[in-house]
């Protein structure tokens, strides 16, 4: 019996506790409860109102949401406009800027290096034996003339270097002498530049480098800038368009090829614009310069400077653009010979210090050049008209020896010297071009057909040097960087001497590529 | 004869409506479009307005200068933008391929290279002296830079 009553009260005691225990555990889930339920009371309502057990109204929530939804657009157009100034940052770092923290910047490349090249393919048709081959061959052959290189540097805002370099597979192929039967002894000599790699045992050709241009331009203002170094003479259409990309024939204008002007110059030229009312332009360039010579772009030979004045009137719309120019050049081409004269030669053929040793330069020619060129083009609704004309006139003071070829073409000997007379030249071309409309149907590929007369006698005591020349072409430009050209053309001699009377016929085509 | 008079009174109704709507679609687009293209330039730029004439020459380079010795920098938008391809027709006048062709020459000629092309015209006509560029009206920003011509969109 009081065994029973002590389990009895074990048994009351234990599940009395477990009872306890368990309160504990209720009581504390519920003031869990109460205090999550306090947290997100507080949580949803940050303001503090006490709302007791009431859950907020739904239009405050709805207010919160859009305050949520407000907040998160603010940030994401605020990343957005970060990411665009990283952009932006990225586009500007490219140019040059003018200091630390300046807003100063220079959108021109620093460096620059660019080109351009053609590939041509001629075959000439000329009565066979005839002078023609002393220029030119007639078979069929593809030509290169080289690759141009430029490189250009802005250096300041107003101060940039522009040089042009000109590598060439020639002189390999240079005709140094010709064998000329009948007529003294001479040997046929080309000149062959094969050498051979001591280690790798190939063979390969060297070729030339020309520099065509390279000077300095500072531009101040509009009205006003210089060159100093080698630059373009400023005359004309294509001696500033230059390159046979942007040229629309695939030959040049013989007048040019003959360089009645000079090609390029040695100085310093000044140059500018000004702009009366807006579409004309008047601009002019002055050019200083060692003139022609026959090392001018290294030095000058006489103290006299070849002086130029161009002048140019243009108007300029989108389909309608005019202009006129024309340039003015004197200059004194001088040769001469530099002569040590040595006193003092002892009888033992040796030379004593106390005598002085004079140098004596001695002029071997000496020839005023005046030249006086014009041009005139018309850009209208595609159709492009377009003329140039050199006149000069060549004063000898020491006449100068002529070239061989030149003797021969005045039917003389080349053994025995001529020498050229004081004479005048004359050149013109007039080109006429049209851009078909076909931009609808082909995009931006062009398509120009064009026609071309040139009469040049660039020396008139030697007309047999002289020509009349007729093209007929098609200019394609397939991309902005490309141009195929295509082109007949017919050559009279001025003279029917020496054979010359039977005209040349020559079928061409170039590809021309910038890059 | 009221029911004749309101069915006149209805197609009298019907005309002025249909004559309303033929003459307010003439009526061109407010001068506020949003896709009017405004050229803009840095506030430091002495002109306070150019001509299209003038902004034809500054964005091929034929004018190089704003009459002082400040170079004067066009910037393009991005090629094939809709922005670009909207002011080259309305001031060079020329074709995407014939602008390239420009500039192709002008390198070979003269050295002379294209206007940069940047995608934020804006920012980069205010961060550049002598900086001109262009933008749709719904994207400028007034407190940046000055507007110096707008070309109706």
Known sequence: MFRLELVLGVGFFVMSQVAFSQESIDQGAAEDAEAEVKNDKAASNPAGTESGTEAPPIDELLKRMEGYEAREKAREEEIEELKEELEMQAELSQFEGAGEGSEELDTEQRIWIYGFFDLSFAKTFYKEDAAYGMYTINDSSFMMTGLNVYIRGQLTQSLSALSELRFS????????????????????????????????????????????RVHLTYEPLQWLNIIAGRYL??????????????????????????????????????????????????????????????????????????????????????????EISGYGYYGKRTDEKK??????????????????????????????????????????????????????????????????????????????????????????????????????????????????????????????SGSRIFSAGLNLKPTPNTVIKAEYGRLSSLSDAIGLGEPVHVVQAQLAVSF | MMMHYMKKKKTASIVLLLLASWMLSGIPASADSPDDILVIANKQVKPSSISMDELRELFLKQRTKWGGSRRITPINAKKGTALRKKFRKAVLQISAGAEQTVWEDQKIRKGIA???????????AFRVWGGVSYVFRRDYDKNVTKILLVIPG
């Open chain 1, 169 to 212: 597979f020639r002189p390999v192929g240079n005709e140094e002498e010709l064998q000329i039967e009948g007529l003294g002894d001479s040997e046929y000599t080309v000149t062959d530049t094969g050498v051979w790699d001591p280690f790798t045992i190939e063979n390969y050709e060297q070729h030339g480098v020309s520099i065509e």
């Open chain 1, 233 to 322: 003479t400023p005359y004309g259409v294509w001696n500033i368009d230059h390159g046979s990309p942007v040229v629309i024939p695939v030959r040049w204008p013989w007048m040019q090829v003959r360089e009645m002007l000079p090609k390029a110059q040695t100085g310093l030229q000044v140059y500018g614009t000004f702009i009366p009312k807006p579409c004309w332009f008047i601009n002019y360039a002055i050019t200083l310069s060692n003139g022609r010579g026959p090392m001018e772009s290294v030095m000058d030979l006489d103290e006299n400077k070849a002086v130029g004045l161009r002048l140019a009137l243009a108007y300029r719309k989108p389909k309608v653009e005019v």
């Open chain 1, 339 to 464: 002569v040590l004269q040595v006193f003092g030669v002892t009888p033992n053929d040796e030379l004593t210090l106390e005598e002085p040793v004079r140098v004596k330069m001695v002029e071997t020619a000496v020839q005023d050049e005046y030249v006086v060129s014009s041009s005139f083009m018309l850009k209208l609704f595609g159709v492009r008209l377009q003329s140039e004309l050199i006149w000069n006139y060549i004063e000898q003071i020491i006449p100068r020896r002529m070239a061989d070829d030149d003797v021969i073409l005045n039917g003389g000997n080349p053994l025995i010297p001529m020498f050229a007379p004081s004479h005048t030249g004359l050149g013109y071309y007039v080109l006429l071009a049209y851009q078909l409309p076909l931009d609808k149907y082909l995009g931006s590929f062009r398509i120009m057909p064009y026609l071309m007369w040139e009469d040049s006698d660039p020396a008139e005591y030697i007309p047999q």
């Open chain 2, 114 to 124: 294209a206007p940069p092309e940047l995608k934020s015209t804006q920012k980069a």
